[in-house]
């Protein structure tokens, strides 16, 4: 599923025009980044949590060359489902 195929859900389920429809959708993703951003959690019962999370240093290493390369630490969005979401069969 991407992007679209939501706008789409949301024009049939509601009969907004799709511009406006689009704009909808377009504006939740773009509040949810920003809350990330920040460093907040974003809780959606019933669904999950996105929360960001700080990453560690880490050693990996280049597929190309076998060289070892340091990773920089940082920070990583992380999803937790909820049970709704993790009883999918």
């Known amino acids: 599923m991407i992007k679209q195929d939501i ?3 949301v024009v049939q389920r509601t009969g ?6 689009e704009q ?7 509040k949810m980044k920003q809350a990330l951003e920040q460093g907040e ?3 959606l019962r019933g669904f999950g949590v ?6 560690k240093t880490g050693i990996g290493r280049n597929p190309r ?3 070892q390369v340091t990773i920089p630490p940082g920070r990583a969005v992380r999803f937790k ?8 069969e």
Do not use: W, Y
């Open 7 to 9: 706008v789409n859900e």
């Open 65 to 67: 060359t076998g060289r």
């Open 81 to 88: 489902p909820g049970k709704e979401l993790q009883t999918i």
């Open 41 to 43: 959690r974003i809780e």
């Open 50 to 55: 996105f929360q960001v999370r700080p990453r």
């Open 16 to 21: 907004l025009p799709k511009a406006k429809a």
């Open 24 to 30: 909808a959708v377009e504006s939740i993703f773009e």
